[in-house]
């Protein structure tokens, strides 16, 4: 057996060589000679699409770039427009609250799940070990701790992380290290926005240096160039310096700085601004909501124009005098400035000889603004993943439209909350748990000695927001029936329609059931079942032992019938006994006993 292991070994390493050998950077081939120089010519396909003698498609020219070249010199005008957009654009602003509410909501929990075969502890150390992580996550996420300004909770934090993503296109995540007094752990998050992660004194990107961040020969991001402050700072006046950060640690090689960002593409360095793909659509709408609402304020003043050939000295003045003029109620005469000629509410202006005053026709407000604006937000929305009646919260169609509606906004806020939860939740958990266990706050043997053994501890599945429900009564039974048949757990249904632990609700349904039961306000929940039968789908089949005693006693002719029909009786019950019930015969005892407990 030591023989053996010894060549396997041998064999395995001897494996390992050859693989680093063989994924090495290979050398570009040489290319083949030939009389003609430069690229090769093609001609032309079948792909009417690639047509340039079309004139619909005359005109549509872009360059092919890499995923650099494409996007980082357009990033800083980007970034100022979905900044601003946020700001000040109402739809904007709620695309982006929108994908807090529902990939955030009150904040993402990890549920530890251990792998007990890998680890090879028992269910009551797996179960320790649970606890023991939970603890340690609310103790440090619930305050402001775990940031390295002290000023921000872990919930913030998210919401921070989603929102930098959302406008910025991408956000950093620094893992640093100081030990406060009455600090649980000595780790710390230091967020960077989008901005400050740039070249040092505006140099041009290169192939190993592409808005800040440092690459090498393998395209590996290995450092980052931070700005001591926002380059578009303009309270204070203070030089700006650069800071040099691994993203690698030189002892662990364990990584120290995350960057949220959306891949577009594969060799994309930063992250483009969600807002980017439907910018010109939001800016437009907006100002056309702007214009609707100020030409339909217009048609609401009421202004007299009065034309007179009178004098400044004419008696006549008097009549016009009490009306007023403008907004300062007094002054009646023409304005001493033309250009402050306008309209207002109730005023009376007089005009100089020879003027005057056309109004505009009265078709404010526009009855076609709500059908037109729906169809632009419905090709907005098809760019962001997210319905036009989630845009504007506003749902006017039917149910089943309602419900599909919602069904298609939560498949992209169920991949944005995967994409959370890998790119930063889970690399955060690891930081959490690595500290605890070192300084004794988790029981964790072997977790920094096997790097298998490590992920076996740090697997866990995540739990956010609750899905919004249009009828709570239908996706309460729906989770019962799934529960029922198997398809589901109650630890995943309680999640999903309350958006809270299951564990912390069953705890608490526990006590608060015996504190009910003790005061008397309900009965024991426990069911009195009969002995026989075991089974409570056989509680439903006929009897054939019991016989009614209506009608007399039994003939001397049924007796021969039960006497032949109990070991065909039997003989079924010994094959029942014998097969594994299947999904659909637990589910259907589920069902029934969850009748009789309601019955008793």
């Known amino acids: 057996m030591a023989r053996r292991a010894a060549m396997q070994y041998v064999a395995a390493q001897k494996r390992l060589r050859a693989l680093h050998s063989e994924g090495r950077s290979v050398a570009p081939r040489a290319m083949m000679t030939g009389s003609s120089s430069g690229p090769v010519r093609r001609g032309r396909g079948a792909y009417e699409s690639a047509r340039r003698d079309v004139r619909e498609l005359r005109t549509w020219t872009p360059s092919l770039g890499s995923a650099a070249s494409d996007s980082l010199p357009d990033l800083p005008e980007l970034r100022a427009r979905a900044y601003d957009l946020d700001r000040n654009a109402p739809i904007a602003a709620g695309i982006t609250e929108t994908n807090l509410d529902h990939v955030i909501g009150t904040g993402l929990f990890p549920v530890p799940t251990p792998d007990r075969e890998v680890l090879g502890i028992s269910k009551r150390q797996a ?61 710390k998050i230091d967020w960077i926005e989008a901005p400050r992660v740039c070249n040092p004194n505006q140099q041009w990107d290169t192939e190993w240096l592409q808005d800040g961040l440092v690459f ?21 006046s203070v030089p700006i310096t650069w800071a040099q950060l691994p993203v690698y640690g030189s002892e662990t090689g364990e990584r120290q ?21 439907i910018m010109r659509h939001l800016k437009q709408s907006d100002e056309g909501i702007a214009n609707e609402l100020a030409a339909s304020v217009l048609q609401t003043l009421f202004t007299v124009f009065v034309k007179t050939q009178l004098g400044e000295d004419d008696e006549d003045n008097d009549l016009i005098q009490p009306l007023g003029n403008g907004n300062d ?18 005023s009376v202006v007089r005009l100089d000889p020879g003027d005057d005053v056309e109004m505009a026709a009265t078709n404010r407000p526009n009855v076609n603004l709500t059908a037109f604006l729906g169809e632009v937000l419905a090709h907005a929305g098809a760019g962001v993943g997210m319905p036009p009646e989630l845009m504007i919260k506003k749902f006017q169609t039917s149910y089943t439209a309602a419900m599909a509606a919602m069904q298609e906004a939560h498949r992209t806020f ?24 070192l300084r004794g706050y988790i029981d964790a043997p072997g977790f920094h000695d096997d790097p298998i053994v490590r992920a076996a501890y740090l697997r866990c599945e995540w739990r956010g927001p609750r899905k919004a429900q249009l009828d709570e009564l239908k996706a309460v039974l729906s ?75 039994d003939s001397d002719d049924e007796a021969p019938r039960r006497t032949r029909e109990a070991p065909a009786r039997d003989a079924r019950s010994r094959v029942r006994a014998g097969r594994r019930p299947s999904m659909a015969d637990r589910a259907a005892d589920s069902l029934i006993s969850e009748a009789l407990r309601d019955a008793s």
Request: charged share 30%; net charge neutral; hydrophobic share 35%.
């Open 127 to 187: 179960d320790q070990f649970v606890a023991q992580v939970k603890r340690v996550w609310w103790d440090v996420t619930d305050t402001t701790r775990l940031h390295w300004g002290d000023r921000l909770t872990g919930l913030q934090q998210q919401w921070g992380m989603l929102r930098g993503a959302i406008a910025g296109g991408d956000v950093f995540a620094v893992r640093r290290f100081r030990e406060r007094p009455g600090d649980l752990l000595g780790l």
């Open 329 to 346: 109620g007094r002054h009646w005469g023409p304005p001493q400035d033309r250009e402050a000629l306008r309209l207002g509410r109730g």
């Open 257 to 277: 700085i995350l960057q949220v960002m959306e891949h577009r593409r594969f060799d994309q360095p930063r992250g483009v601004p969600l807002l980017a793909v």
């Open 414 to 437: 169920d991949r944005r909350q995967t994409w959370a939860v890998e790119t930063c939740m889970q690399p955060w958990l690891s930081w959490i748990v690595d500290e605890a266990v």
């Open 479 to 553: 989770a019962e029936r799934r529960v029922a048949a198997g398809f589901s757990t109650i630890e995943h249904e309680a999640t999903s329609l309350t958006g809270l632990d299951a564990d912390q609700v069953h705890q608490s349904r526990v006590r608060e059931v015996r504190r009910r039961v003790k005061a008397g306000l309900e009965a024991s929940t426990t069911p009195a079942l009969p002995a026989s039968p075991t089974r409570p789908r056989d509680m439903m089949r006929p009897d054939t032992e019991e016989h009614s005693d209506e009608g007399g006693d």
């Open 216 to 236: 090498d020969e393998e395209r590996r991001n290995t450092h980052i160039y931070v700005a001591s402050h926002h380059p578009g700072e303009r309270l204070f």
